[in-house]
């Protein structure tokens, strides 16, 4: 039995024509009239002819790949933003390579590097905790890849780039906690490097701000986002002579952190002390002490727009003109979700 797969010069002494025109009548060329486009089309279809991707990639000078680099697989935030990639991507038949930083910024360069020689034809990343420089990821122009950022961005403007505005949402999430009676609200916030942290930070002043009111920086703590790091953040709030209301997470992983030593310090989570938080992930639903109110941050739609913008890039892209290309900028509104099973 022959399992070799079908060529073009097969279906061609077949029908005994060209090969070059085996190659139009397949690609639907206008030049071939359609009889003999009917004719190549219904016979590569008996014979299970599939285009050869390599050659078609030399061709057009394009691998139909897209690197996409982010901290953790794992998460359910950025698992759900990879479904949303991969959904663009399938529609415009690009396939995707992932690779994880770990939050590790020498893992994110070594990442990043492999992907350029690998040849992606561009590179999405949600940037680690620890990224503040971007020489390795400005260096990719030099070989024309286009780069989109999502969700973890870096803070200059010219940089295309898909996040949600969590200063405003943050602000929204001050002003509901202020309106319900809560005043002594505390933040755990990020890590210094990310700019989310920053937003988040400028969001809580502002919020306090337009009510009138006096930041206590007493009750800002950050954590390096381990469940350590966590505790150590709500050891020092709930050791403070007046303990505060609420609590402002900087995600809902350091949120069931933050709950769980809550509860191990015998503390009614959502009574004694309201936590409010980021994302709005479905892992929450499950858990026993959901946060009171989350900022939806939409991490499907992230990187279903985040593709969606690469996608314009490499269609848009000449070798001599990607300098002179636009920036694209997509910001996602940011809303208040309520979790009803967080009332009690």
């Given at each position: 039995?022959?399992n070799?797969?079908?060529?073009i010069?097969?279906?061609?002494?077949r029908?005994?024509?060209?090969?070059?025109t085996?190659s139009?009548?397949l690609?639907?060329h206008?030049?071939?009239?359609l009889r003999?486009?009917?004719?190549?089309?219904?016979?590569?279809k008996?014979?299970?002819?599939?285009p050869?991707?390599k050659?078609?990639?030399f061709?057009?000078q394009?691998?139909?790949?897209?690197?996409v680099v982010?901290?953790?697989i794992?998460?359910e935030?950025f698992s759900?933003?990879?479904?949303?990639?991969?959904?663009?991507?399938?529609?415009?038949?690009?396939?995707i390579l992932?690779?994880?930083?770990?939050?590790?910024?020498?893992r994110?360069?070594n990442v990043v590097d492999?992907?350029r020689k690998?040849?992606?034809d561009?590179l999405?990343?949600s940037l680690?905790?620890?990224?503040?420089?971007?020489e390795?990821?400005?260096?990719?122009?030099k070989?024309?890849?286009?780069?989109?950022?999502?969700?973890?961005v870096?803070?200059?403007?010219?940089?295309?780039?898909v996040?949600c505005?969590?200063?405003?949402?943050?602000?929204?999430?001050i002003n509901?906690?202020?309106s319900?009676?809560?005043?002594?609200?505390?933040?755990?916030?990020?890590?210094?490097?990310?700019?989310a942290s920053?937003e988040?930070?400028?969001g809580?002043?502002?919020?306090?701000?337009r009510?009138?009111?006096?930041v206590?920086?007493q009750?800002?703590?950050k954590?390096?986002?381990?469940?350590?790091?966590?505790?150590a953040?709500?050891?020092?709030?709930l050791s403070?002579?007046?303990?505060p209301q609420?609590?402002?997470?900087f995600?809902?992983y350091?949120?069931m952190d933050?709950v769980?030593?809550a509860?191990q310090?015998?503390?009614?989570v959502?009574?004694?002390?309201?936590?409010?938080?980021y994302?709005?992930?479905?892992i929450?639903?499950y858990?026993?002490?959901?946060?009171?109110?989350s900022?939806?941050?939409?991490?499907?739609?992230?990187?279903?727009?985040?593709?969606?913008i690469?996608?314009?890039?490499?269609?848009?892209?000449?070798a001599?003109?990607?300098?002179?290309?636009?920036?694209?900028?997509?910001?996602?509104?940011?809303?208040?979700v309520?979790h009803?099973?967080?009332?009690?």
């Open positions: 039995m022959d070799k797969l079908p060529t010069k097969e279906i061609a002494k029908l005994n024509v060209s090969v070059s085996v139009r009548a690609s639907d206008p030049r071939i009239g003999t486009k009917t004719q190549v089309q219904q016979l590569a008996e014979l299970g002819y599939e050869n991707a050659a078609i990639s061709k057009q394009k691998s139909f790949v897209v690197g982010l901290p953790f794992r998460e935030f759900q933003a990879i479904s949303g990639i991969e959904t663009a991507a399938m529609e415009s038949n690009y396939t992932f690779g994880q930083s770990y939050d590790d910024v020498e994110e360069k492999a992907m690998q040849r992606v561009g999405l990343i680690s905790k620890e990224t503040n420089h971007y390795h990821l400005r260096q990719l122009e070989y024309n890849i286009p780069v989109v950022y999502f969700d973890r870096p803070p200059f403007e010219k940089a295309n780039k996040f505005n969590l200063y405003k949402g943050t602000v929204e999430m509901w906690l202020l319900r009676g809560y005043k002594r609200i505390a933040l755990i916030n990020g890590p210094d490097k990310l700019s920053k988040r930070l400028n809580y002043i502002e919020g306090h701000s009510r009138k009111l006096k206590d920086m009750l800002v703590e954590t390096d986002l381990s469940k350590e790091g966590t505790y953040a709500m050891k020092s709030l403070q002579k007046s303990r609420a609590i402002i997470t995600n809902e350091v949120h933050a769980q030593y509860m310090q015998n503390i009614l959502n009574k004694e002390i309201v936590f409010v938080s994302a709005n992930l479905p929450t639903n858990t026993a002490h959901p946060p009171l109110v900022v939806e941050q939409y991490p499907y739609g992230q990187g279903e727009k985040a593709m969606e690469m996608i314009r890039l490499l269609n848009e892209k000449t001599d003109a990607h300098e002179n290309e636009a920036v694209h900028t997509e910001e996602i509104p940011a809303t208040l309520l009803q099973a967080a009332v009690y």
